[in-house]
């Protein structure tokens, strides 16, 4: 069946630098969805890419669908203590949505 | 507007005793999916309802895990037996369409379960 995997998944950085978090998949996906859980939170979804290709910006959130839509990345320029939390990407195909393993991020002040 | 609701929050039992939790979707999704959550094994989805009907259960542990939906507006997971491995947090999302439109999900707060 489809997986999704994460790297890392665990990451430590000092406020003010940069944060990425890779996603890829087993398979080909039609979309590929971003999901921020914050510590004793819920997931919270963030985005949707669709395209091949497709890259999307939110403030200092980056996001990226790769060319053969199946690998996806996070990138957080110049990190915040609020930006803690568990990114997790979900892969879609077919009637199926695969949460991905999940990356961790803690910020050091 | 609301969000997802979920209920209880938290729920302690004993090994053996039967645990229902419960949801209430976003008024309007047609789509509605139960996950649990563990250090160990992540965000698995247990099951996933589409107008009502269970679209994909393949998630769902074992026999003693059975969930419903008799109406759009609410769900229950029930487990009976439960046993200690089954502690986790639960978490009720929906979505507006399904799987396959590919809609954003919203999660409810979770139920935090644990079995002695």
């Known amino acids: 069946g489809q997986q999704v995997m994460q790297i890392p998944q665990y990451q430590h950085v000092q406020e003010g630098e940069d944060f990425t978090t890779y996603c890829n998949s087993s398979?080909?996906?039609?979309?590929i969805q971003w999901y921020k859980q914050r510590p004793g939170g819920h997931p919270v979804f963030l985005i949707q890419?669709?395209?091949?290709?497709e890259v999307k910006k939110q403030k200092r959130l980056t996001f990226q669908f790769g060319e053969a839509k199946k690998n996806s990345s996070l990138h957080i320029t110049a990190t915040q203590t609020t930006d803690v939390g568990t990114y997790f990407c979900?892969?879609?195909?077919?009637?199926?949505?695969?949460f991905g393993t999940g990356t961790r991020l803690t910020i050091i002040p | 507007d609301a969000g997802v609701i979920q209920s209880p929050r938290h729920e302690v039992t004993e090994m053996g005793q039967e645990v229902t939790l419960r949801c209430k979707p976003i008024?309007?999704?047609?789509?509605l999916f139960w996950y649990r959550q563990t250090m160990m094994r992540g965000l698995e989805l247990l099951i996933y309802?589409?107008?009502?009907?269970?679209?994909?259960d393949s998630g769902m542990p074992e026999d003693r895990f059975s969930a419903k939906m008799p109406n759009a507006s609410f769900s229950t997971l029930k487990i009976q037996p439960s046993e200690p491995r089954d502690s986790a947090v639960y978490f009720c999302?929906?979505?507006?369409?399904?799987?396959?439109?590919?809609?954003?999900?919203?999660f409810g707060d979770g139920t935090r379960l644990s079995i002695l």
């Open positions: 999302a929906s979505s507006l369409g399904s799987v396959r439109v590919g809609q954003p999900q919203h």
């Open positions: 890419l669709v395209k091949s290709g």
């Open positions: 008024s309007g999704h047609n789509s």
């Open positions: 398979t080909t996906l039609s979309n």
């Open positions: 309802f589409n107008n009502n009907v269970p679209i994909d």
């Open positions: 979900a892969g879609g195909g077919n009637e199926k949505l695969t």
